[in-house]
């Protein structure tokens, strides 16, 4: 079986496991905190990041959300999650790049330094000036985001794909933090609402990151 090194706040873990979820992949999960440096992990992936995707039996190791996820589209054929014409495809991988980087850069990436890590592995409060700034900019994001579930079904297009999940997956981790204020957002906060219902979400609602609990509506399906 598939072995997932992760830890329950990363985002492009989260959005393997949703993807692992849509295409009912069995897996089973191993705790990993990628800033603890361990060697067995460093030899697992030499870039030290999580997720790793990895199967002892056929000596099969993967890194990286995206190689990840697009091994696994090309291996498993159901519920295809890059799915379409070749147009629709590549809309799809244009807006998981615009979530991956843009989305995690801008609001992710900076919640996880100032809330999780500076709380749980450096000791320190967190620096306001940083936190408004990337709640500042999650506006902008569900601004756009508003405007893609206003003008089609789903964010990459007519059916469901891998742009919602590596959207919810960020959105997933800034509502955890604390990071997302809805006010204005109902197009978004709507699809994000189907996208916590969905059985490949609601595994991941239910954990948490030790030291760290979410706020009270996180894991309320209707917000
Ligand atoms: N592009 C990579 C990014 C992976 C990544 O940045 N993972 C973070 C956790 S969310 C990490 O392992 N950071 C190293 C650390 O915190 O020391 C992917 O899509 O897998």
Known sequence: MWQLYQFPLCPFSRKLRLLMGEKNIAYELVRENPWEGRDEFWQLNPAGRTPVLHEGARGVTLSDSQAICEFLEETVERN???????????????????????????????????????????????????????????????????????????????????????CAAQISVADYLGGIDWKGHDQSRHWYSVMKSRPSFRPMLSEKMDGLPPPKHYADVDL
């Open 80 to 166: 295809p999650m890059i799915n379409g014409s070749a147009v629709n495809r590549a809309e799809i991988r244009r807006l998981t790049a615009l979530f991956d980087e843009n989305l995690h850069g801008d609001v992710t990436a900076p919640l996880l330094h100032e809330r999780m890590k500076k709380r749980l592995i450096y000791r320190q409060p967190p620096d306001s000036r940083v936190l408004r700034e990337a709640m500042k900019l999650a506006h902008g994001h569900l601004d756009y985001i508003d405007w893609l579930v206003d003008t089609r079904p789903w964010i990459g297009g007519a059916t469901l794909s891998l742009a919602d999940l590596a």
